[in-house]
C-alpha cells in the first residue's frame, strides 16, 4: 500500500478536528436536528456539483464528433475505429441498481441514524462521554470489515483492537469522573456506542460502493440527499417546523463553516478507503479523542486528569497495533 494514500487519512483526521473545533465554538443552544441539517448543506452542494461536472463530462465524451464524418467517402478503406467507440468500449459498465441502493443505505447510516444518535448521546452524558463512546467505531469497523468485506484480521489486529478499547473505556471512565452532570451517563455511553456501529457500518457501505464503480461525489452526493432528507421528515413529524426558530445567523455561520470542514474530512475519509482497509482507516480518525482532549483543556477548560492522559496513551498504542507497521515492513509490502 502506498505511502501517500496515508495523507488523505491525515487530510481526514485534520478535517474533523477543525470541524469539532468550529462546532465548539458556536457553542448555541440549537435543536440538534437543524444543526445537523445545516453542517450537512457544503457537503450537499460540493458533492452535488462535482456529481453533476462528472455526469457532464462523461456526456461530452460520449458524444464528440465520429471520426466517420471526417473520413473520405471510401467505405472500402481501412480506418481506425472511431474515438467515441473506442472509449465507450473501454469505459467500465455503470454501477448497477444495487450500488445505489446501497449508497443511500449509507447515507441514512451516516447523516441520519449516526448524527442522531450522536447528539442524543451529547444531550444525555456531555461530550466528555459522548465522544470517547462514539469512537467504538474502530471496534466496529474490524468487525464489520472482516464480516463483510472480507478484509483480513490477525491475531495483532485483535489485540490492537482490545487495547484501544481498553484505553477508550479508561478516558471515559476518567472524564466522566468530573463531568459534573447527572443520572444519564449509562444511556449516553449506549447511544455513543449505537452510533459508533452506524458510523462504522457507513464506511463499510463506502468502501463497497466504491469497490462496485460508483464514483465518489456521486456516492456522496446521493448519501448526504438520502440522509438528510430522511432527517429532516423524522424532525418535522416529531418536532415541527419551530426547531428552526432555535438557530440565529451567527450560529448558521459557524454550523457552516464546520460543514466545510467536514466536507473535506468525509470527502478524504472516502477517498482513503479505496485502498487501505476501513479496519485500519477508523482506528487512525479515532484519535480525534485524544486531540479533543487536548484542544478542550487548553481552550475551553473541560477536565482532564491523569486517567485520561492514560487512557490516550493506551489507545494510540491500540491504534499501532491495528496498523501492524512492523509486520508490514517484514513482508516486503511497504507500509501498510
Not at 151 to 161: D, H, W, Y
Not at 219 to 242: H, I, M, P, Q, Y
Request: contains cysteine; positive net charge.
Amino acid at each position: 500500500m502506498k505511502r501517500t494514500a496515508w495523507l488523505w487519512v491525515a487530510a481526514a483526521l485534520l478535517g474533523f478536528q477543525a470541524s469539532d473545533v468550529t462546532l465548539r465554538l458556536a457553542a448555541v443552544d440549537t435543536h440538534f436536528a437543524a444543526g445537523a441539517t445545516v453542517q450537512a448543506l457544503p457537503l450537499l452542494a460540493a458533492a452535488s456539483a462535482a456529481a453533476v461536472f462528472l455526469r457532464v463530462r462523461r456526456r461530452r465524451r460520449g458524444m464528440q464528433p465520429s471520426d466517420a464524418r471526417r473520413q473520405p467517402p471510401n467505405p472500402s478503406r481501412n480506418t481506425p475505429p472511431p474515438i467515441s467507440a473506442e472509449r465507450s468500449h473501454n469505459r467500465p459498465p455503470a454501477p448497477g441498481a444495487r450500488a445505489w441502493a446501497l449508497a443511500a443505505l449509507f447515507g441514512v447510516l451516516q447523516f441520519c441514524a449516526g448524527n442522531m444518535l450522536f447528539y442524543a448521546s451529547v444531550q444525555l452524558g456531555g461530550l466528555t462521554v459522548a465522544t470517547p463512546s462514539v469512537q467504538s467505531q474502530a471496534v466496529w469497523a474490524a468487525v464489520l470489515g472482516g464480516l463483510f468485506l472480507r478484509e483480513r484480521i490477525t491475531r495483532t489486529m485483535v489485540a490492537g483492537i482490545i487495547v484501544f478499547s481498553a484505553g477508550i473505556a479508561a478516558l471515559t471512565w476518567f472524564k466522566s469522573a468530573g463531568a459534573g452532570f447527572a443520572g444519564d451517563w449509562g444511556w449516553a455511553a449506549a447511544a455513543g456506542l449505537a452510533g459508533g456501529l452506524a458510523w462504522a457500518g457507513a464506511s463499510a457501505l463506502q468502501r463497497a460502493c466504491l469497490q462496485r464503480g460508483l464514483p465518489l461525489p456521486e456516492l456522496l452526493a446521493a448519501g448526504s440527499w438520502t440522509g438528510v432528507a430522511l432527517l429532516n421528515l423524522l424532525v418535522f413529524a416529531a418536532f415541527g417546523a419551530d426547531v428552526w426558530r432555535t438557530m440565529d445567523a451567527d450560529a448558521a455561520q459557524k454550523l457552516l463553516a464546520a460543514g466545510c470542514f467536514n466536507a473535506i474530512a468525509v470527502g478524504s475519509l472516502a477517498q482513503a478507503l479505496r485502498s487501505i482497509e476501513i479496519s485500519k482507516v477508523i482506528p487512525v480518525i479515532a484519535l480525534n479523542i485524544v486531540f479533543n482532549t487536548i484542544n478542550g483543556w487548553l481552550w475551553f477548560d473541560e477536565y482532564v486528569n491523569a486517567g485520561t492522559v492514560a487512557g490516550m496513551l493506551i489507545a494510540f498504542l491500540g491504534v499501532l497495533l491495528v496498523q501492524e507497521p512492523r509486520r508490514a515492513f517484514r513482508a516486503g509490502r511497504g507500509p501498510a
